[in-house]
């Protein structure tokens, strides 16, 4: 049967069908498949956009057959999903995986929290953007801008992004930990586009244990 899937980032209860918080887009408590089921007629299913790729790894990806996986999702939101046994855990309310206010060891970023060295402050694409516009790499908000600046051998760029690199393997060397999964999926821009900023994230990882 036909069918809407809709993924958002921030916290999303797929029971209820909300977009609980999206600090970012400044959602509160939106019924997001109450509002497309109305305009479309059709059913909608709601997740979490972590959640969401976990499942589309599980069944399309090259982590088809692992028995645990975790995906670490990195770009303005930071958070994460953990899928054991062909299953994704939700909890309670579906808050599983808000991982955006762990503390990060090294960070030294402020966060709106009033606390230093939140995962979501530090790594957040927001962060990266302004660091490369105080180093005048560009006057933009696009990461990409970034990972072309890196492309045409910028070092404050490539240092940028190994930064990031280096810090994304931390917190996934936390969750790791913490979860002990068989696979991990990490999306973060640097780390797709580049082979030293993959390396910097598996070495960090690496480090940890
Ligand atoms: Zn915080």
Known sequence: ????????????????????EHPLLGWRDVPVRELVGA??????????????????ERLFGRARGSRSLL???VGNVVDAAFATHDQVHHGP???????????LAGGTEPCDCGRTGCLQAELSERTL??????????DGTNPMHVVAAAADGDA????LLLERARMTGRAAGLLLDVLNPESVVVTEVGAMF??????????EVGAER
């Not at 580049?194 to 070495?203: F, V």
């Open 39 to 56: 305009r479309t007629g059709l059913p909608v299913h709601v997740d979490g956009h972590a959640r969401a790729l976990v499942d589309a």
């Open 156 to 159: 404050v760029a490539v240092r």
């Open 93 to 103: 309310r579906s808050q599983a995986g808000a991982i955006a206010h762990l503390p």
């Open 1 to 20: 049967p036909l069918g809407v899937g809709v993924a958002v980032g921030g916290w999303v209860d797929r029971d209820s069908g909300t977009v609980v």
């Open 129 to 138: 953007c302004r660091r490369a516009r105080a180093a005048g790499l560009t």
């Open 194 to 203: 580049r082979a030293d900023c993959l390396a910097a994230l598996r070495a």
């Open 71 to 73: 995906h670490l999702f």
